[in-house]
């Protein structure tokens, strides 16, 4: 297989660096051709048994916004309530979500029992579905960066809660909720290495058997 050049695999390494999980939105709308082409990454993902499982909602209504907001502020206060002392202050300071702003938000599923791929590579390991699904979220990411757009995954979510207020069929599983949108700022540090909440390692433990 002929490599890329040395200048396209220095951006791609620069692109690397410079996706970050994004919380600050500007309310700046995105324009339907650029989500779509951002979207449109998905077709190119990985699949187990090319099941291509992944199901997308768009969350645009104003009751389907707010009750996805609901939702984080309950699960967020729940999950404070898990801290102690110093780690709590820090939790309590956070940013988590950019839901109050971002002008695109996504919720991505799993379709557990999808016909197609017949089920090839997914009896032994069904999970496969799902890893699948949080491919092709990366590779979405990705894409959104390199056009200039944050992408914030929220995960202080009930998926149970969400997917009844979202109206979707049973098999489907919560994977991924995207904010999604121009960042207030970019920065190739995450926020909360920046905030002190924790380090990010500098070397990549690897183990030999």
């Not at 390494?13 to 989500?35: H, I, K, N, S």
């Not at 206060?77 to 300071?93: C, M, P």
Request: with cysteine.
């Amino acid at each position: 297989m002929k490599s890329f050049s040395q200048d396209f695999q220095n951006d791609l390494a620069r692109l690397l660096r410079w996706r970050r999980d994004v919380r600050r939105f500007r309310t700046q709308p995105v324009g339907e051709t650029l989500l779509q082409e951002c979207l449109n990454s998905f077709l190119n993902a990985p699949s187990v048994g090319l099941s291509e499982p992944w199901r997308i909602v768009h969350v645009k209504s104003p009751a389907c916004r707010t009750a996805a907001y609901e939702n984080f502020k309950t699960a967020n206060a729940q999950a404070l309530d898990g801290y102690e002392d110093e780690k709590s202050k820090k939790y309590a300071n956070l940013k988590l979500s950019g839901m109050s702003e971002a002008p695109v938000q996504l919720a991505i599923y799993c379709d557990e029992e999808t016909p197609k791929g017949s089920g090839l590579g997914a009896a032994t390991m069904p999970e496969m579905r799902r890893y699948s699904v949080v491919g092709a979220i990366n590779l979405f990411w990705l894409t959104a960066r390199a056009k200039g757009l944050g992408v914030g995954w929220v995960s202080i979510l009930d998926p149970v809660q969400l997917s009844h207020d979202l109206q979707v069929p049973k098999t489907w599983r919560l994977v991924a909720y995207l904010c999604v949108g121009w960042p207030e700022t970019v920065s190739k540090t995450p926020e909360l290495e920046e905030l002190g909440w924790e380090d990010r390692r500098n070397h990549l433990p690897v183990e030999t058997r």
